[in-house]
């Protein structure tokens, strides 16, 4: 029998007595016919499965990557792409590049820090329960000193500030004013690729102590902060606002009648 001159039927036929052999693969290949992929695992998925990767050589691919594509790009593929890389195609395959939007707080409107958009995405990627993960590095970025990573590579010296907030361009005016730089210098520059190294270092930390069983920090806000969700967030009297961050990191607290406004 001639296998090129079998019709459709014929071969599905073959196909279906052959299956679940490596004869299946030899009769597409003696037909010329294209080999049958083995099913994929579906990266639609989630959570990816993840294991503890070094949080050191993730911030400094993620400085490199952040040369590449900035800072929301530079955290998500370097977290990512860490595990991409352990686990191999089809996760390899994921169109990384598109999360360069999110550069300069998405496309330079100063918003969402980068860094903690790509991060965030990454531990909702990753992570069977994100929500506490996503609160702690939140709360993390508002009060911690940062950039708390010197990657290799950076030229500028160190100069670390508390954003306040998670919003892109309150961090970089709290930084500017610590650092007496410009916003569009070139230490500004590597100064938001630091910090893209700092904020995926952080945020593989997490995840690994979640994978691992070890306890995480509780979000909380500070008091200011509480005193104002009395009145501005759900049950409240005035009731129109939805937030997490700390009030203080964008408005001047004016205390009446025991009220920040």
């Known amino acids: 029998m ?26 597409y290949a003696m037909t010329g016919q294209t080999v049958p992929p083995t099913p994929a695992v579906s990266t639609q998925q ?6 503890p990767v070094d949080a050191d050589a993730v911030a400094q691919r993620a400085f490199d990557s952040y040369l590449k594509g900035h800072c ?17 195609n089809p996760y390899k395959s994921f169109p990384f590049m598109m999360f360069k939007y999110g550069a300069g707080g998405v496309n330079g409107w100063g918003t969402l820090c980068g860094a903690l958009n790509g991060s965030v995405a990454a531990i909702q990627l990753l992570s069977p329960s994100p929500d506490l993960l996503i609160d702690n ?4 970025y508002e009060t911690e000193a940062l950039p708390n990573f010197y990657p290799k590579g950076a030229k500028y010296p160190e100069v670390r500030s508390a954003a306040g907030t998670p919003l892109c361009h309150e961090s970089i005016a709290h930084w500017c004013k610590a650092s007496n730089k410009k916003s569009y210098s070139a230490e500004r520059v590597e100064r938001c690729g630091t910090l893209t190294a700092s904020v ?17 920090a509780v979000f909380g806000q500070s008091k200011q902060t509480q005193s104002c969700s009395v009145c501005h967030e759900k049950g409240g009297v005035v009731e129109n606002m939805r937030s997490k961050m700390e009030c203080g990191g964008c408005h001047q607290p004016q205390i009446k009648s025991g009220h920040g406004v």
């Open 137 to 140: 590095l939140m709360a993390w």
């Open 72 to 88: 929301m790009y530079g955290s998500f593929e370097a977290i990512v792409g860490a595990v991409a890389d352990h686990l191999g």
């Open 46 to 51: 989630v959570p990816w499965p993840y294991q």
């Open 200 to 216: 995926a270092r952080k945020t593989v930390q997490i995840l690994n102590d979640q994978v691992t069983g070890r306890p995480l």
């Open 2 to 27: 001639d296998p090129k001159k079998l019709n459709r039927r014929e071969l599905i036929t073959i196909i279906g007595g052959l299956a679940g052999t490596g004869a299946t693969v030899s009769l």
